[in-house]
């Protein structure tokens, strides 16, 4: 048995054993493991991490760790000066879209709601969660840890809250959503962008006092429903705020 000493930074003690949070502590492994086993096996997705360093110099996942190492872990976003070392992540996201496990349904509607690309479907199946994580760039929002462990998953988070409304705020605070939100502009159901479109083209569709009230309409071209800044308008709009942390 080899022996290395691992601490882990900041939100990644979230998911460590109280003892071993906020502290170096040494962990045994047999030789041949990589970095990214030993920090999984600490209960870590490698999806939550953005930076290793082993003796103060950056690895990558696949660094194979050796006797006497010293093991820093850190996650994204952390604000450390990191500026001469690598990080792990090929490339930043350049538009932060998202795919939800199955139980997330309630937070992919709060997230298309804010107008962002968010993937869900109530019968995934992991393999095609993982799949359409790495094959699209999209970050896989989820509460089962054992699927952040997949290689392929670049580009992960592991949602702490359970209430759907918190964790819309959660993912909110923690991909710095609030500036590129574009409140009503998807389909709740679809997640497709909503299109304008004219009062003419969907007056035989709008209900009498509509067609009187309003001028502005879009519609989803996938389903083809027309949306209006109509009676609940206002209370959606607080919601927004809601969401935003506003
Ligand atoms: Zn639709």
């Known amino acids: 048995m080899n ?11 979230d998911f460590l054993p109280p003892e071993k949070r906020y502290t170096r502590f040494g962990c045994e492994f047999w030789v041949g493991g ?7 096996a600490e209960g870590v997705p490698h999806t939550e991490v953005d930076l290793i360093l082993v003796n103060g110099e950056s690895v990558d ?25 690598l990080k792990v992540r090929p490339r930043p996201l350049r ?20 107008g962002f690309d968010a993937l869900y479907r109530p019968d995934y199946r992991d393999a095609e969660l993982v799949c359409l994580s790495s094959s699209e760039g999209r970050i896989l929002l989820t509460r089962d840890l054992g699927l952040l ?8 988070y592991a949602v702490r809250q359970t209430n759907p409304r918190r964790q819309a705020r959660e993912v909110v605070a923690r991909f710095d959503l609030a500036r590129a939100a574009a409140p009503f502009t998807r389909c ?3 997640n497709d962008r909503l299109e304008a479109v004219s009062k003419e083209a969907v007056l035989e569709r709008l209900p ?14 996938a389903c083809g429903r027309v949306f209006w800044a109509g009676g609940h308008y206002r ?7 809601e969401l935003l942390g506003a």
């Open 149 to 156: 462990k997949y290689g392929a998953v670049h580009y992960g």
């Open 188 to 190: 709740l159901r679809c």
């Open 95 to 114: 538009e932060t879209r998202f795919v939800l496990d199955v139980h997330l349904g309630r937070l992919a509607g709060y997230l298309r709601m804010l």
């Open 235 to 241: 209370r959606m709009q607080r919601l927004v705020e």
């Open 208 to 221: 009498g006092t509509t067609r009187d009230r309003y001028e502005e309409f879009r519609r989803c071209p």
């Open 34 to 40: 990589s970095v990214k086993d030993l920090i999984e």
């Open 3 to 13: 022996r290395a000493e691992l601490r882990f930074y900041a939100e990644l003690n």
């Open 61 to 85: 996942f696949s660094f194979q760790v050796r006797d006497g190492d010293r093991i820093s872990v850190y996650p994204v976003f952390e604000s450390l000066d990191i500026t001469p070392a």
